[in-house]
């Protein structure tokens, strides 16, 4: 049996990054279906610049997994760089994390935070 050779990562080697998908990568039109507009200003942009730094982009949504198909489309139609897509994140209404970049809108301040 061949033995496999285990590096450990370090911390700051771990380039996921989670980014959640209404009212960070576009807004939506609301009830009843919160189809999703154009992408904000600057956020295609900013994930083809994280995406070119290494980073390994995770779209999440507490959109049903029924929405799954169409985040996908509409991530592919705008060249949105998403290694992986969850739906229905946990339901909290707010979350606490020591790694938490808060996005206001301004695309650059996260590029800023993450040296990019």
Known sequence: MKKFNWTPIIN????WL?????????SNNGLPNFEPNE??????????KLDAAGYK????????????????EYCL?????????????PLFKWIVDDKNIEFDG???YVLRKLGV
């Open 106 to 108: 301004d695309w650059d």
């Open 39 to 48: 992408p904000f200003p600057g956020a295609v942009e900013a994930l083809q």
């Open 57 to 72: 982009i995770i779209i999440y949504t507490a959109r049903h997994w029924a929405d799954y198909k169409n985040l996908e």
């Open 18 to 26: 989670g980014i959640d998908f209404d009212d960070v990568v576009c």
């Open 12 to 15: 700051d080697e771990i380039k």
């Open 77 to 89: 139609y705008y060249k949105i760089p998403a290694r992986r897509i969850i739906c229905g994140k």
